[in-house]
Every structure is written in C-alpha cells, then in structure tokens.
C-alpha cells in the first residue's frame, strides 16, 4: 500500500507542477499585467526585476523585449467593450497617444506576427497616418477598403492590435495611466 | 451460546469497525493528496525557475553567432539560409541588429552613432531580462559609448583607475559573461529602411582592452 502512497503522491506532484508550469508560461503570464482600458501591458518585461513568469515565457521563444527605458508594448484583445476583436467587424481606433518620441500600431495573430494580406500595410507609424484638423489619431480597421487611414485586417477570426511607444516616460508608469490617454478601440458594425 | 455470537459477530462486523477503517483510508486519501499536492507547488516553482537557465530556444542561444565581427548584424527574414529562427513579436516598422557579446576575453565597448531616426540601444542577459537600456537621446556629440563588464571587470578597473580622478566611460555590469546587445531602428516611413539598417549595422562591439 506504502508503494501505490508514493507513486500516487509522485504522479501528482509531477503531473500537476509540470502541467501547471506549462500552462502558466504557454502565452503571456497574468502576473505583471496591467490592464489601461482595452489594452494591457507588461511593463516589467523590460527591465532587470522582470519576474521569473515572464522571464520563462520570454526563455521559451526568439523573444528581446523592449527595454523600460527604450518603449513600451501595448496588445488589445478586444475592443473598449470587451468583445474579442474579429476580423469580421469594423474598427475605429481614435483619440490620443501618451507622449512618445514615436510610435507604431499594427495588426498581428495571437502570436503577435504579421497576417499575410495581399495589401503590404501591416502597421502605421505616427509620421505616416493622415490627421484630421485636431492632429488627433482616427484609423479604421477592417477587411474591406475604407477612406483614410485604413489597416486591413484579415477576412475572419480573432487578431492582436499592438501599439508600440517609442522612448516615452509612461513606460515606468504604466498603472498610473489613464484609458483616456490611449487610443480607444470602438467596433462600428459586423458582416 | 457464546460460540454462537462469536460466529455471528466475524461474518457480519459491527457498523463502527468499517466506519472506523472507512475514515482511516479517507483521511489516508486526504493526507496523500496533499502530500502531492505540496511536491507539485515545488515541481512548479522549480520548473518555472529553471525555464529560462534550461532553455535552448530564447534569443541569446539563436542569435549567438549574430556580430561576432565587431559589428551588429541584421536579424535574418524568416526562411533565411542560415536557418536562424524569426524574431517573435517583432515590430514590423523596426530594423534590429544584433551583436552577441562572450565577456570571457574581456569587456565590450559599444559605440553607436546617432542619426536622424530614433535608436535604441538594449542589453539583454542569457536567461532573460534587459540589464541596461539607452536611447539615441542620451549621446554625446552623436556618439553612444559605453563599455559592457563583469562585476569582477568592473572592480578591476576601478581599482586601476586614477586615485581622485572620475572615470569618464559608462560601465554596465552584465551578471552573465554572455549576452545580446539588441540595436533597435524605427523606421519612420518604409523608405526610410536603407538609413536604418545602416545605422544599426552600424553599431560597433569590440573586445575593449
């Protein structure tokens, strides 16, 4: 009996560390992230107290995160509403950007690559969007052409907005910042 | 009459003596699955702390051959003939060269030259986690320099330094001898590609003396 004890206890233990391992550093871990309305960042990421979550998940991959000092990585998931982006629906992202030297934003799978579109526009930077008379930002998102600044996306199924902010002092302050202060993601309509 | 109860009691025990053997192997039941449980929180804090010391599939080990020269060298396109992975969650309007450093033979320096688009420079250990991290805005007279060292480098040259006399290089001590030192590019329009790539090809990391 002492046997089938230890081997249970074994199996369990193994089993369940290995398998909860795996499942904590499969995708970005929970810890460490702060969520500013829509998006969610992992600002510890870039700096040498990064937690031991992270840094598995970033040793388990072809992975150079952005320094602290050098930007800051936004990803939305899903739009202001919570709903998962589709690439079946329209988006409007507008508003304003945190002060940054420069920045881009651009579609990506979950795995934060690029969508083979036959259009070559996968991201914008902030010298190439078209600004309205306010100089604020209004892209539009979506699978079919639209006026403006326009960022295909693929024709269905989920997709990563990612904005990226260059050499920008919120990158220590992530948690301090505001919903208002980033571009809001709004679904205008769905085929 | 007595040999008669006794007989009753062996085939049929009383209701207490299973309930006593039912709560003895319950509590068996118990005591072992929180034994297991208390080896999987251990397996999962050691698996989770080895990941990145184990781990033959981070950036440090793909990239190690990536500006040995003495220069940073362009991360290869996905499909490349070298056969180096892509660089995952890589923005796409960003030109990245790296220079993998080995602090054996000595310190690293650095030197990067400034130009019109913004650069990045960062300094990421084998194992994960950027140690030092400096933009184009920090250079002085268009040049970034600093000098990359172990700790034990790093004591020896100040105590090599000049009594009284400040130092004048930036010295960051990297607690692992190997390690990347990633140039990052924007590119603020595409055709701005050729500009960025020179200027982070141009980024020179040679053993220092």
Known sequence: ???????????????????????????????????????????????????????????????LPLGSGEGLELIAEHDD????????CRYRLSGATPPARSWTIGITDGEGL????????????????VRPEDGRMLIVAAATPEAGNWLPLPVSGRFQIRLRLYDTPISTQTGETRAANLPRIARLDCR | MNALDHGTMAAHPPAGHWRARLRAGLAR??????????????????????????SQRDAAHAYRELGTEGHAALVPPPGNPQGLPPLREADPDVVTAICSYDLSAGPVRVVARTGALPLGLTLHRQGGGVIYAITDRAAIRDVLEFLVMTEAQRDERIAADEEGETSRELRVVSDTEQGLIVARVLMRLPSDRADAEALATGVACETAG
Not at chain 1, 27 to 54: C, F, H, N, Q, T
Not at chain 1, 81 to 88: I, M
Request: glycine content about 12%.
């Open chain 1, 1 to 63: 009996m002492r046997i089938l004890d230890l081997a249970y206890i074994l199996a369990l233990g193994a089993g369940l560390g290995l398998g909860t391992a795996h499942w904590a550093v499969a995708g970005r871990p929970a810890l460490g992230k702060i969520e500013v309305g829509a998006w969610a960042a992992w600002p510890r990421s870039g700096g040498r107290d990064v937690d031991p979550y992270m840094r598995a998940y970033l040793a388990r991959g072809v992975h």
């Open chain 1, 81 to 88: 509403d919570g709903q998962a982006l589709d690439g079946r």
């Open chain 1, 114 to 129: 690029p969508f083979r579109l036959p259009l070559e526009r996968r991201s914008f930077t902030d010298s190439e969007i």
């Open chain 2, 29 to 54: 039941a118990i005591m072992t699955t929180l034994a297991g449980l208390m080896l999987a929180a251990i397996v999962h804090i050691v698996t989770i702390l080895a990941v990145p010391a184990l």
